[in-house]
């Protein structure tokens, strides 16, 4: 491995993991002092296509608390047919099956490049895939008619074996029955009413059926499709009927009167399809798929009320504890999440709507399942349209990219404790040895669930170095991690992925050095965003960036090399160089900053933030920017007020928004028309570069971004111009003389006010 | 005291005169008051005592003013003159009567041979006549009845010669005949002020109706021969006498016994009130002298006793038993009714008219006061006092039928439109605008008359007067010359001031395992289909206004969307039961026509949909309140019919359990039998009630439903009970389809609320039938059909005055079936009495039987029935004691002497202590005893009639040609003779009973087998022959089942066969296996309860 950065490459490559250190202090007082902790993004099914799974179980660690999975980093003593985990230590006996098992003969999960092993469980019945729909009715004509095409569509996409479901809702919640011939049934529920899971299932005849079960319990798995048939039917059998019911769906009857909005039990709805897959189907990948078109106005998780004269709950009102509905909405579908998650099902929430729907009351819905949050502005939309067919793509075996009920199950070699996690997920409270009592995120757990996952669901997940000071590593001493995630993968085998890793030591007194240039500080900007947006959640603002900054400034303070007292000094050498960078983009970026956003637009960014991949979240972090010019191909530019040129293209990327920016001459001379004329075809195919590119993003990512076509002077420039670093502003434009860049109307400071009081802080002895 | 009068006149008219003075007097008090007899008016001030006083004096009774109408003060002229005048009064009367006259003739078969005749000739007119049915009775003899008037009983025997020629010769007398209430009728012109003296008088003496039976003497034959009276005469006069025909007989008598009534008058004067004088003639009746009678009354009593025990048998012992001829036979008063009054229409313009019995087919002219189709009084002349009413004990009701549906040559009420101001009214009391308000100061002011405040007429209603003070528009205008007619309610009559949505019909079918098994869900889809065109609608309309949805339900509801625009209706299930909402507002209720493809379709797929359903628990309530959020939504009123089929035992409001106890029958706790197991169902029908939400329940029991809890919903909200036990498509589907046929069909008002106003004096105090009341004083109706019923009460409150009677004013505000909001009027004048005699002799039977019976039913909700039973006999036996006091004349104590109006109480009396409600036998459950309980409590006068006195038609008895019904025959056992088949009906149950032996022709050619022994007992279906016989008896019973508002399943029962138990439980003069007594027991223990009261 020539640098780190080809090694951290590589191991994000095989084993889908990046740790903010690659080198680990060998005490709990240096980790500590190290500002950063260490911790790792996973991704527990990122795409192996090199990778085919093994046909049979994973060999087990026989101690009762432990349970690791063999492992390359194993002992092994082939003539006693033993291997010693590397977490306890305890020696087992391979099973009969690995009589053969020699030095040359050695089963995959022993070789080094086998890291990653995946396993494919034969055992246990197959359950279908669940998906069920539940749609808003309270849109209007053509939205409505958009979201049943987009779900007739849908249609087509879904695995023919997989069981569907049917609920609408609006003033009433119906569930509809679908095995039915002729005349269309469904169950309805007032919508104002909050009932309780066995209430549910009784009104809707799923209990009768439960009481044979029991006496009959070995035939309990081949009845399981039977019981709930009437509401979840295999798609293949109800497919016209299906169809037809979506495309007799009808907006919302009851009357809206001048000055309200419609009454919409989104509450109960989704309570209603929880419950309704909870007695059914517990256990079973199962994906429940909301479809809002507004805010929930009545019933348990109303998150405001139908008159239209009183406006949806502000960030202004939630800080001024003015938002009357929140806390017990927020309740009622925290509620509802963790049922669902302890049913292993998850929930998306696709809304669509030019107000805010109550993403922020029903986030915890998508965030605790894995489920996804889409946010447009109209089901009308290519947004929501082509997002919503994305989330049915197939991966290149042809399965979907969606697996479920995953359980992730973390051990550490005993230098190390499990301090939390931040995803998708929620704890299921295994406490085990390897559990810290102190929590970064979820803890207190070594396993948690993750409900809903794809190949790019990553978790950032917190470790504690419990080594004592003076109980020194041995030189060249490896602490490992094994990721046990087992889930139902899309075809509906149960699988098993196994990822161990392993990292060296190293005293920090002695070898800072290896630990400073083994920071990977992409992935540590990334999990401290993680850890400062987990905190936004439940602390100030202005709480959260001062933790922020107060961390910055400890860790230039421990890996800078400055004078005292000398701002001028400072350097930060190139493992940590752009780490500053990536704060200050942070601390202006939405997932901390409220200013201009909706708190439903914060969720929806955090929810986002809190489940890509490390890519993904730098783009979020700190958008790219793109310059295209005559001047030479298009080329990467600085964030930065000084990058908008008159004669540049700008294309940048901030994961939720593609902004391609036209200079202002660039935009003159297409307002001139000299695109059309064939003597100047180059402008043509300069105007045409970035929508190329921009096109590319827009196919391969998830959820759809914002596609906007500005150019200079445009109101939607404002999405470039609130991103880039305000070098130049209108305090300071003239200062610097330059003609160059476009000034930012903004009392933010810039990168570099940033960065000059960053080095004074950090060489000041005071703090 | 009618009966006393009466007599008076006859004999030396001077006399008499006598004794009217007094009465005359007291009525007149403030008139007379100048007059000669001066001294008793004096009296009079003192209401009754003063009466009494002053008959001694022998005042005459001036009355006879009657000539002039304003008579009061005329008429203090004097006796004689009045007599004069009487005299023309009768002549008036005449002409009038000219009804009446030959009512007469028709009156009775006896009678109206001799009588006839006489009478006709007789300017008389009516009083001749009417004696027929009285004095038939009292031939009867076995008791003899002798008519109040009693007209000694001699005269009696003359009565019958005499009385015809007699009559003709005094004339007055005449009207005195039995049918005092006639007479009043024709006088009403004349009386209205005081005509009534004149006529009174007659009429009084009319009163003398009064039959007074003696214990059988001999058994008479039966009515019809007249002849039998003659034996009587032997007997007793009395029998005659009995009979109106007193009327006639007492002018007889003046004859004749005149010996011995004048001997009586004389007497009277000094002792007796002033009634007596009157009486003392009937005593005259010296029925009591009826001598033979007597002694057998002792006898009877001991048969009293013996009351229980004794067979039903008719029997032997004469001595023991009264001849069951002899007592008063409703058959043959039914049948007089019918040919003295069933041919001239009834016109109402006169104030406190009789109107004809109910069985009676007549028509009405509405000419001011409301017909008797829509109001029927227990009586039409009231006291005036609080302390008479006390007295007498006769309960003072109206039977309101408001939307009483009238036969095709009487014209609806006519519509009247007041504009935007709405109908006027009174400002103080609210009283409609109405045929008894007084115009004055040139039109511009009216006086109200229930109130008496005055009002300014508005300038867009003003019109000048005539010279008789009347509006010179008052025939062009329905609401100052009609008894009935409706106004259009204005925004301010509508809830919450907006015109109301047409109603709704929603069909809510329990679609559990029962109602599946038996069919009936399949029958009723397939019914439905096409009874959908039939609702009903308004006048012209090309299709009904009316919207309908469906609802299905076992456990959970089912809704069904059947919007026209969809191609398969949808079915939406609400489970929460607890919490009860309608799913869907669009395409729940629809237009027929518009949906009738997603309706149909429906209709098909409900059966089959449940077809193999598990399901057997039911829910009731929130089936209901479904209805209720359904309608509200719609905004609109509306019915919900439910069909439903068992015990509502599932989780959810309303849950029942079984509670049936035959145990607790007979105890102090057996009221709980009838009282609903828990308040759900009445707080659930208030909430309807506030809705307009109707609901009419058919049930299909195999066991026990708890008719009493669920019956409670309909009646409180206007709604019917149909009740279907052991429900099987093939028995059942005729009977109850055409039930659901004509009730969907029936027109209907909704979200109606009844006001009955009064004139000062007297107050509705209380209220009986299918509706809610939160107040006093209004009737709340979500639902209103014109079956059903409403009685209404009335108490006292001061003083009435006899010259402006007592005023009835129901005002119906209600939303028509087209959604039309209207006020319906019903209007009544009634007079007020002085003398109680008056009141008896006006008094309605059938009506006061309408009363009592729904009176008891309600007592059993909170007593025990045997009080019920007690107070009913009690009250009875003090109505008839008070007669017999105050009215009849002095007799021995051994005699029964009954009021002519009130001779069949006893009868029918015995008829609602039998009925299975109160007295259940062993074979009644129940819930049919809640369901017949709840059935009586909305039933008007006919229905209670029949429902308690079922008719016995003989089939074979009359020749085949005669087309029309065969006359009825009493309901007892010993009327059927084996060789024959009758006929039985009482509005819900139909009997065809074949006797042993009838011929075989008849068997063969009604059942189409050849013996007796071959007639499947228990058919429920004739076949159709083609033969006269076979289409006669078809066509009887189809003309039957048309009469009565339910179908009435027909039960061939054979003689001597098991189910003829069943049909003996409907011969109501026998006594009955539950221990009702026999006819004759009963009357007897009346007997003995009266001469308690009156020892």
Known sequence: ?767 | MNVNQSIPPVPPFGQPQPVYPGYHQSSYSGQSGSTAPTIPYGAYNGPVPGYQQTPPQGISRAPPSSGAPPASTAQAACGQVAYGQFGQGDVQNGPSSAVQMQRLPGSQPFGSPLAPVGNQPAVLQPYGPPPTSAQVTAQLAGMQISSAVAPAPPSSELGYGPPTSLASASGSFPNSGLYGSYPQGQASPVSQAQGHPGIQTPQRSAPSQASSFTPPASGGPRLPSVTGPLLPGQGFGAPSVSQPNHVSSPPPQALPPGTQMTGLLGPPPPMHSPQQPGYQPQQNGSFGSARGPQPNYGSPYPAAPTFGSQPGLPQPLPPKRLDPDAIPSPIQVIEDDRNNRGTEPFVTGVRGQVPPLVTTNFLVKDQGNASPRYIRCTSYNIPCTSDMAKQAQVPLAAVIKPLARLPPDEASPYVVDHGESGPLRCNRCKAYMCPFMQFIEGGRRFQCCFCSCINDVPPQYFQHLDHTGKRVDAYDRPELSLGSYEFLATVDYCKNNKFPSPPAFIFMIDVSYNAIRTGLVRLLCEELKSLLDFLPREGGAEESAIRVGFVTYNKVLHFYNVKSSLAQPQMMVVSDVADMFVPLLDGFLVNVNESRAVITSLLDQIPEMFADTRETETVFVPVIQAGIEALKAAECAGKLFLFHTSLPIAEAPGKLKNRDDRKLINTDKEKTLFQPQTGAYQTLAKECVAQGCCIDLFLFPNQYVDVATLSVVPQLTGGSVYKYACFQVENDQERFLSDLRRNVQKVVAFDAVMRVRTSTGIRAVDFFGAFYMSNTTDVELAGLDGDKTVTVEFKHDDRLNEESGALLQCALLYTSCAGQRRLRIHNLALNCCTQLADLYRNCETDTLINYMAKFAYRGVLNSPVKAVRDTLITQCAQILACYRKNCASPSSAGQLILPECMKLLPVYLNCVLKSDVLQPGAEVTTDDRAYVRQLVTSMDVAETNVFFYPRLLPLTKSPIESTTEPPAVRASEERLSNGDIYLLENGLNLFLWVGASVQQGVVQSLFSVSSFSQITSGLSVLPVLDNPLSKKVQGLIDSLRAQRSRYMKLIVVKQEDKLEMLFKHFLVEDKSLSGGASYVDFLCHMHKEIRQLLS
């Open chain 1, 1 to 767: 491995m020539a640098t780190y950065l080809e090694f951290i490459q590589q191991n994000e490559d095989r084993d889908g993991v990046r740790f903010s250190w690659n080198v680990w202090p060998s005490s709990r007082l240096e980790a500590t002092r190290m500002v950063v902790p260490l911790a790792c993004l996973l991704t527990p099914l990122k795409e192996r296509p090199d990778l085919p799974p093994v046909q049979y179980e994973p060999v087990l660690c026989s101690r009762p608390t432990c349970k690791a999975v063999l492992n390359p980093l194993c002992q092994v003593d082939y003539r006693a047919k033993l291997w010693a985990c590397n977490f306890c230590f305890q020696r087992n006996q391979f099973p009969p099956a690995y009589g053969g098992i020699s030095e040359v003969n050695q089963p995959a999960e022993l070789m080094p490049q086998f890291s990653t092993i995946e396993y494919m469980i034969q055992r246990g019945a197959q359950s279908p895939l669940i998906f069920l729909y539940v749609v808003d009715t309270c849109l209007e004509e053509d939205d409505l008619q958009a979201l049943k095409e987009s779900l007739q569509m849908s249609l087509s996409l879904l695995p023919p074996d997989a069981l569907v479901g049917l609920i609408t809702f609006g003033r009433m919640v119906q569930v509809h029955e679908l095995s039915c011939e002729g005349i269309s049934k469904s169950y309805v529920f007032r919508g104002t009413k909050d009932l309780t899971a066995k209430q549910i299932q009784d009104m809707l005849g799923l209990t009768k059926p439960a009481v044979p079960m029991q006496q009959a319990r070995p035939a309990q798995p081949q009845e399981h499709p039977f019981v709930s048939s009437r509401f979840l039917q295999p798609l293949h059998k109800i497919d016209m009927n299906l169809t037809d019911l979506l495309g007799e769906l009808q907006r919302d009857p009851w009357p809206v009167t001048q000055g309200k909005r419609p009454l919409r039990s989104t509450g109960v709805a989704l309570s209603i399809a929880v419950g309704l897959l909870e007695g059914t189907f517990p256990n079973t990948g199962a994906r429940i798929m909301l479809f809002t078109g507004g805010p929930p106005t009545q019933g348990p998780g109303m998150v405001v009320g139908d008159e239209l004269k009183i406006p949806i709950r502000s960030w202004h009102d939630i800080e001024k504890d003015n938002a009357r509905f929140m806390k017990k909405a927020t309740k009622h579908y925290e509620m509802l999440a963790n049922r669902t998650a302890a049913n292993g099902h998850c929930i998306d929430i696709y809304a669509c709507a030019l107000d805010q729907t109550g993403l922020l009351e029903m986030k915890c819905c998508a965030n605790l399942t894995g489920g996804y949050m889409v946010m447009g502005d109209s089901f009308n939309t290519s947004l929501f349209k082509q997002t919503f067919q994305r989330i049915f793509t197939k991966d290149f075996n042809g399965d979907f990219r969606m697996a479920f009920g995953a359980t992730l199950d973390v051990k550490t070699s005993r230098e190390l404790k499990i301090a939390g996690a931040i995803g998708p997920c929620v704890s299921l409270n295994v406490k085990g040895p390897c559990v810290s009592e102190n929590e970064l995120g979820v803890g207190g757990t070594s396993q948690w669930k993750i409900c809903g996952l794809d190949p790019t669901s990553t978790l950032g997940i917190y470790f504690e170095v419990v080594n004592q000071h003076n109980a020194p590593i041995p030189q060249g001493g490896r602490g490992a991690i094994q990721f046990v995630t087992h889930y139902q993968h899309s075809s509906t085998q149960r699988r098993i992925r196994v990822t161990t890793i392993a990292r060296n030591w190293a005293d920090a007194q002695t070898q800072l050095r290896h630990i400073e240039a083994a920071f990977d500080q992409e992935a540590a900007a990334v999990l401290m965003a993680r850890l400062g947006v987990f905190r936004a959640e439940s602390e100030e603002g202005p709480d959260v960036l001062r933790w922020l900054d107060r961390q910055l400034i400890r860790l230039c303070q421990k890996f800078g090399q400055y004078n005292k007292e000398d701002p001028a000094s400072f350097r930060l050498s190139d493992s940590f160089s752009l780490y500053p960078q990536f704060m200050f983009h942070l601390r202006r970026s939405p997932f901390l900053q409220v200013f201009n956003n909706s708190p439903d637009e914060s969720s929806y960014y955090r929810h986002h933030f809190a489940r890509q991949d490390l890519t993904q979240s730098l783009i979020m972090i700190q958008p790219i920017l793109y310059s295209y010019s005559f001047h030479g191909p298009p080329e990467p530019v600085l964030l930065d007020s000084s990058s908008i040129l008159a004669d540049r293209i700008l294309l940048m990327d901030t994961f939720f928004q593609i902004v391609i920016y036209l200079g202002e001459t660039i935009a003159q001379w297409r307002k001139a028309g000299y695109q059309d004329m064939p003597e100047y075809e180059n402008f043509r195919h300069l105007l045409q570069a970035p929508l190329d590119d921009a096109q590319e993003i827009l196919q391969a990512r998830f959820p759809m971004p914002r596609y906007i076509n500005t150019e200079h002077g445009g109101s939607q420039a404002r999405f470039l111009l609130s991103k880039v670093n305000p070098s130049q502003t209108h305090n300071n434009l003239y200062a610097w003389g330059q003609e160059t860049g476009a000034p930012i109307l903004t009392d933010d400071v810039s990168l570099q006010v940033f960065m000059d009081h960053l080095k004074k802080l950090a060489v000041s002895s005071a703090c």
